[in-house]
């Protein structure tokens, strides 16, 4: 499947997404940047990092725009956005506390499909909500 096609709902997309996630190794992860190359070319990266990876990089989509700000792009507005994840990912959040980034990133990937933990869209309709019930009062 394409990271950017042949997907039936944001569900089904997600899905795909953590079962590359699951394929990357544990050792090529890591905390507080994004990626970073060695000098013997070997590449680690953040959840970010792997996700502009597993897009395609800066492979041009059907639109114009690069594959991997599409894949970015979707993830932040449908399920989860950098402040989220960065957290998690860098052990900072003690509701995942796995020894290993990766899987850390799983556990709250797999909790945002079950909704478990609120997405980026639950969270924007709830301030929104919020928002207006205090212009209605104020």
């Known amino acids: 499947m394409s990271a950017l096609t ?11 997404l953590i079962a590359e996630i699951e394929k990357t190794p544990v050792d090529s992860w890591q905390t507080e940047v994004v990626r970073r190359v ?3 070319g070997s590449e680690t990266n953040c959840f970010f990092g792997h996700l ?7 492979d041009l989509a059907p639109n114009g725009r690069t594959k ?15 402040y989220m994840v960065y957290p998690v990912n ?7 506390s796995q020894a290993h980034a990766r899987d850390r990133i799983v556990a ?8 478990k933990v609120p997405s980026t869209r639950v969270l924007m309709e709830r301030q929104w909500a919020d928002f207006q019930a ?5």
């Open 108 to 115: 709250f990937l797999r909790d945002l499909r079950n909704g």
């Open 68 to 82: 991997d700000a599409e894949l970015w792009d979707w993830f932040e507005d449908r399920w989860a956005t950098t």
């Open 90 to 96: 860098d052990g900072e959040f003690p509701m995942y």
């Open 38 to 40: 060695a000098e013997d």
């Open 6 to 16: 042949d997907f039936a709902d944001d569900e089904t997309r997600l899905d795909w």
């Open 134 to 138: 205090a212009e209605l009062i104020g």
């Open 52 to 58: 502009y990876n597993i897009a395609g990089g800066d």
